[in-house]
């Protein structure tokens, strides 16, 4: 059998399997080394549990620090209303109690 050219190689595929295995290969390379940064081993059931775990925590702590401004936020617009409603009903009491009433 003669050796396969450029174009036997294109046309049976073989230089597009190459080219998925060495992205596969390197896909799964860059992987790992993420993970190892985080200090995470990949081949490790344990460990990779425990990631989710500490990103399911960071979530939670998140969405309830988001939802404590919120609240907080709520709570000081209510108690600056609450203080221009006292102020507007004491000057009210005031201006009330100057004007003379005619009861007879």
Same mark, same amino acid.
């Given at each position: 059998m003669p050796p396969l050219t450029d174009e036997d190689y294109y046309r049976t595929g073989y230089w597009e399997a190459q080219l998925y295995r060495a992205a596969d290969q390197g896909? *799964?390379?860059?992987?790992?080394?993420?993970f190892a940064t985080l200090g995470v081993d990949v081949d490790n059931p344990q460990q990779i549990e425990a990631l989710r775990e500490d990103i399911r925590l960071a979530r939670r702590l998140r969405t309830?620090? *988001?939802r404590s401004i919120a609240w907080g936020l709520m709570t000081a617009v209510g108690i600056v209303a609450l203080l221009l409603m006292?102020?507007?009903h004491n000057r009210w009491i005031d201006v009330i109690e100057k004007v003379p009433f005619n009861n007879g």
């Open positions: 896909a *799964d390379k860059a992987v790992r080394q993420v309830a620090f *988001d006292a102020a507007v």
